[in-house]
């Protein structure tokens, strides 16, 4: 089944500790993107890629890291997080670019107190 | 910079009822994409509709229509006979294809409640 999966779906955690989220896709899809979503303020985009080591920052990138080692997965790391990124995480991935059908993950609720 | 604005945060509507979700963009860019998304209470992202900038036809499936006007900017969404099931949270996005088409944004999204 073509899907893009998200770990873990729901995390609780403290300020300062570093986690990752990670999101794989099973489509050989070249585009993949990371979205928050905040009550009232719809899907921002974090970061996105488009291949493998071609990473690039979307429109509130600040406290997020990204990496493209393998076409397939897309993890997002939050080194130090804060209350502030308390959030619904969305990963998505497309055939090639932003223009394209975007497939989207579950989502990760994140919880930072 | 690119746009999009959904004016109507919340719609209840009575279901049978018609409604149409207001989606306008902003871009410079004379080729580009809009979509739109639903997002049911179950939370998931669903792919509705592309359209892009050269495509001005009215497109229509089953209940669901979509009306691009560049004139206006607008890419509105109309549900016809609304159902129950159509409760959801709807997106508006653009992408603009220039500079390598890689950034997506959406709209803030329009809440929309269709009582029994």
């Known amino acids: 089944e073509a899907q893009v999966t998200q770990n873990p779906r729901y995390l609780i955690t403290v300020t300062g500790k570093k986690l990752t989220v990670t999101c794989s896709q099973n489509?050989?899809?070249?585009?993949m993107s990371w979205y928050r979503q905040d009550p009232g303020l719809g899907l921002r985009q974090i970061y996105y890629?488009?291949?493998?080591?071609?990473?690039d920052k979307g429109d509130v990138p600040e406290g997020y890291k990204v990496s493209r080692k393998e076409k397939r997965n897309f993890p997002l790391i939050l080194e130090s997080p804060s209350p502030n990124q308390t959030s619904l995480y969305f990963c998505?991935?497309?055939?090639?670019?932003?223009?394209?059908?975007?497939?989207f993950g579950p989502g990760t609720r994140l919880t930072v107190t | 910079a690119q746009k999009v604005t959904q004016a109507q945060t919340e719609i209840s509507v009575v279901e049978k009822e018609d409604v149409t979700l207001d989606c306008v963009y902003e871009?410079?860019?004379?080729?580009?994409?809009l979509f739109w998304y639903k997002q049911p209470p179950s939370g998931e992202l669903v792919f509705l509709i592309r359209?892009?900038?050269?495509?001005?036809q009215n497109e229509i499936s089953g209940r669901y229509s979509w009306n691009f006007q560049k004139s206006t900017s607008s890419f509105n969404f109309t549900i016809t006979a609304s159902q129950v099931v159509d409760s959801a949270v709807y997106f508006c996005?653009?992408?603009?294809?220039?500079?390598?088409?890689?950034?997506?944004?959406f709209g803030k999204g329009t809440k929309l409640t269709v009582n029994p």
């Open positions: 890629s488009m291949n493998v080591e071609v990473t």
């Open positions: 871009t410079r860019d004379t080729t580009y994409y």
């Open positions: 996005a653009l992408s603009e294809a220039k500079g390598g088409s890689e950034k997506l944004v």
């Open positions: 998505a991935s497309s055939y090639q670019d932003s223009l394209d059908e975007q497939y």
């Open positions: 489509m050989n899809h070249e585009y």
């Open positions: 359209r892009n900038s050269f495509d001005e």
